[in-house]
């Protein structure tokens, strides 16, 4: 058993489902003087307040202007417009411009988000900002060693960001806090909020009624320095959960089903809105689950409505005023009665059943019942090597009883998980709590290792020994991601998605076909025993244990801070603006690479070692697309020089054009940059002198982090056009010097036979965003901006 001081030293030191497009859920008009209250918008920030007077005043305008019923999400985007008076609101076409109320970043995309910021020459950020260590900690032998290993490891990266988060008035989470959406939830989050976060999972805030929204690092650096945010206006996606979850069913399984229907690109442009008298059977944690995942069908956000369980959770966290100031505004936290919804699900949840999803894709959706069956038919590995519970999707404490309830059951019949058992508790907070109240020496006892407060395997943070690559085996975790290599950079390695309660059952087991609804078990007596539904308070009955303090505030005096980055270091690397757009087309330039298939930001720019070099742009492109096939010889990282003939890896062969001048093209499938909110997936082609993306759809992160660094995102206006190009053509992108919002761009072709041949490319840049092209990035365009102001 790990002891709160020792773990923690280290840290110190430094169903049924039917769809239809019908409308769903009065009209709740309720006017107050919701400014007279001064209420902290988190404990950690006495200073700052929720401002539900600015949401309020913003709705009376927006619902003169559009006379009909809103959802719960547009009450809570339109409340934070810039300008309601004059703003265009329009799903799916406007583009508005809205001011958040706070922006947080994980280490690994908050370095680039703070050399952006440090670079635009400002002394402090205009909003409440925090940086969260989470994602640099490798999970090797367990948390107390691999979390002083990643401190002497990471030692100048922690330092980059404790003195520019000082300098710059931004709070400071430190290694062993804990992952920063459970931080979030713990602590910033609160019911009608707006906070962009420099990671995909920051839909997590959901779960406490907050429109969070996953963005790249210049997103981040736009609303730190107190410019308007840009987004596309969302479409509405309405989920009607009906009836309760009960037995084996999760808070997951919702999420998981969602994604069977939606896919990974269902929810794109959209966010997707609960409700329905089932929302009430779900605790506030079960629903951040539920939003935590809406990442993977491409959405923009998740979220639910205000109701008592989120109160109990603000409360239970030290933050009754917030829950109060909640209830007191509560008509603004719901949807009204009629809203209309462009896409209506309803999910039963008293038939909803457990799911496993998988492998490769996270919306490969089967019912536990049906499992068995399907992994026989696709001949999937059936001995369960390894399962992992925890991560910022399931790491509650709710989580982790009812995880532990099965745990003592099997002990109870005196055996222990016949696979390998990882736990990642969610924050300091929660490993503290589960400790106290003998939840980890459950899990323990069970086999079960546990690692740092951090996202460790989820991101490819594990070091994992016990198999080969290239060695084909099953692993199944609660986490909410599995794409091909992804937890252990292994591409054989099978990984499944469940809720804990399952991933926990099947690892007792040692078998993924195990049933324990249906199956039967063998204790160290013979005899054979049944796993009980899972059971688990949903908070603790004792409160919650904060653990040891990981949080630094930023100081009174902070001139006197010095934020130091060594010019010979391999970690850090101050930037360079990028160059203007010369004025012209862009004329026979070759395609990088023709890729194939899926293509998320784990292939364009991965994880797991390369996270140590988010902070230096240079050495991280040595790893851009190194992972995406090439659909001209189905290789990875081997790619032609249109130019010598010679096949090279995919970086090499661009800095080998970059070094003569010549810009170049990558050519993409569908939903291309899907996943992580990796903004790296965006800069290593612009700094490697990459001009275009071209490819038939794009996942909506990834498409505003190129128009950010000056890249061209381009659409093929017919998806079939694909098929035509070869990987050794030439190709001219012709239109740019009447480059205008809604009119096509043409790709003209040069085959190598000598025949030349045009097709339409579509493009979503507004006005304000072409000013970023012919600048050279968002960047450089406020940097102008702020040198001639």
Not at 278 to 284: K, L, Q
Not at 578 to 590: E, L, R
């Amino acid at each position: 058993m790990l002891s709160s001081s020792s773990f923690m030293k280290a840290a110190k030191a430094f169903v049924p489902a039917v769809r239809t497009h019908v409308p769903a859920r009065t009209y709740a008009q309720v006017s107050g003087n919701f400014a007279a209250q001064k209420v902290p918008m988190s404990n950690l920030e006495q200073d700052k307040f929720i401002n539900y007077q600015r949401i309020e005043d913003n709705l009376q305008i927006v619902r003169k202007r559009l006379n009909r019923p809103l959802t719960l999400s547009e009450k809570v985007v339109y409340g934070h417009l810039d300008d309601a008076e004059n703003q265009d609101i329009v799903r799916g076409q406007s583009y508005l411009k809205l001011r958040p109320d706070r922006v947080a970043c994980q280490d690994a995309t908050a370095q680039m988000a703070l050399l952006q910021f440090m670079s635009a020459g400002l002394p402090s950020v205009a909003v409440p900002t925090t940086v969260h260590c989470d994602h640099l900690i490798e999970a090797q032998v367990g948390g107390e060693k691999d979390l002083a290993r990643a401190i002497d490891i990471n030692k100048e990266v922690y330092d980059f960001l404790a003195t520019a988060t000082a300098k710059y008035n931004i709070g400071f989470w430190r290694p062993g806090s804990g992952i920063i959406h459970q931080i979030i939830l713990e602590n910033y989050a609160f019911p009608g909020g707006l906070m962009i976060g420099t990671d995909s999972h920051t839909p997590n805030a959901g779960g406490l009624g907050m429109v969070a929204i996953g963005v790249g690092g210049a997103d981040a650096v736009d609303v730190m320095a107190d410019i308007p945010w840009e987004l596309k206006c969302p479409k509405v996606i309405g989920v009607k959960l009906n009836g309760k979850l009960s037995g084996w069913t999760s808070p997951k399984d919702v999420i998981l089903k969602v994604a069977g229907i939606l896919t990974v690109k269902g929810g794109t442009g959209a966010i997707v809105e609960y409700l329905g008298d089932g929302v009430d059977s779900i605790s506030c944690t079960g629903m951040g689950t539920i939003c935590n995942m809406g990442a993977e069908i491409g959405a923009t956000t998740s979220m639910f409505p205000f109701n008592n369980r989120m109160g109990d959770y603000l409360r239970a966290t030290n933050r009754a005023g917030i829950a109060q100031y909640a209830e007191s505004f509560a008509h603004n936290l719901r949807a009204d009665e009629n809203a209309q919804y462009d896409e209506l699900i309803e999910i039963n949840l008293d038939t909803l059943e457990p799911h496993i999803n998988g492998p490769f894709t996270p919306d490969l959706a089967t019912p536990l019942s049906k499992f068995k069956e399907t992994l026989k038919k696709n001949d999937w590995p059936q001995e369960l090597k390894v399962g992992l519970i925890g991560s910022c999707t399931n790491s509650s404490y709710e989580d982790m009883a009812r995880s532990a309830s099965l745990a003592q059951q099997a002990a109870d019949h005196g055996v222990k998980a016949k696979a390998k058992f990882t736990i990642t508790p969610g924050s300091e907070q929660i490993r503290a709590t589960i400790q106290r109240d003998g939840i980890m020496d459950t899990l323990t006892n069970a086999g079960g290792v546990v690692l740092a407060n951090a996202c460790g395997p989820c991101i490819g943070q594990w070091d994992r020994q016990d198999i080969k690559k290239g060695d084909k085996n099953s692993i199944i975790t609660s986490y909410n991601r599995n794409f091909t290599g992804r937890n252990d950079a292994n591409p054989a390695t099978h990984a499944f998605v469940a809720s804990p309660e399952i991933v926990t059952a099947l690892t007792i087991a040692g078998d993924m076909t195990f049933n324990p609804i249906t199956d039967s078990l063998t204790g160290a007596d013979g005899k054979p025993y049944k796993l009980q539904p899972p059971s688990g308070f949903e908070l603790p009955p004792k409160g919650y244990d904060a653990g040891e303090n990981t949080y630094q505030a930023p100081p009174t005096d902070r001139a006197s801070v010095s934020v130091a980055v060594d010019p010979k270091s391999n970690r850090l690397q101050l930037l360079k603006p990028f160059a203007k757009w010369d004025g012209n087309d862009i004329t026979n330039v070759p395609i990088l690479i023709k890729v194939k298939g899926k293509c998320t930001t784990d292939h364009i720019s991965m994880a797991g070692p390369w996270l140590k070099y988010r902070g230096h742009l240079d050495n991280i492109s040595n790893n851009m697309l190194i992972g995406a096939v090439n659909a001209e010889n189905d290789a990875v990282n081997k790619v032609k020089n249109q130019y010598t003939g010679e096949y090279k890896g995919v970086p090499e062969t661009a800095r080998d054009y970059k070094a003569e001048g010549i810009r170049w093209v990558v050519v993409g499938d569908e939903n291309y940059g899907e996943g992580s909110s990796r903004e790296h997936a965006a800069l290593e082609p612009r700094f490697l002198n990459g001009a275009a993306i071209i490819v038939k759809s794009f996942a909506r992160i990834h498409e505003t982090n190129l128009k950010k660094q000056g890249m061209l995102p381009l659409t093929f206006a017919n998806p079939a056009d694909y098929e035509k190009i070869d990987p050794s053509d030439k190709v001219d992108i012709v239109g740019l010097t009447d480059f205008q919002e809604g009119k096509p761009l043409t790709l003209r072709l040069h085959k190598t036979s000598g025949a030349t041949e045009d097709i339409t490319l579509n493009h979503t840049f507004n006005a304000g965003q072409i000013e970023w092209f012919k600048a050279g990035s968002a960047l450089n365009l406020m940097r102008e901006k702020a040198a001639s102001a």
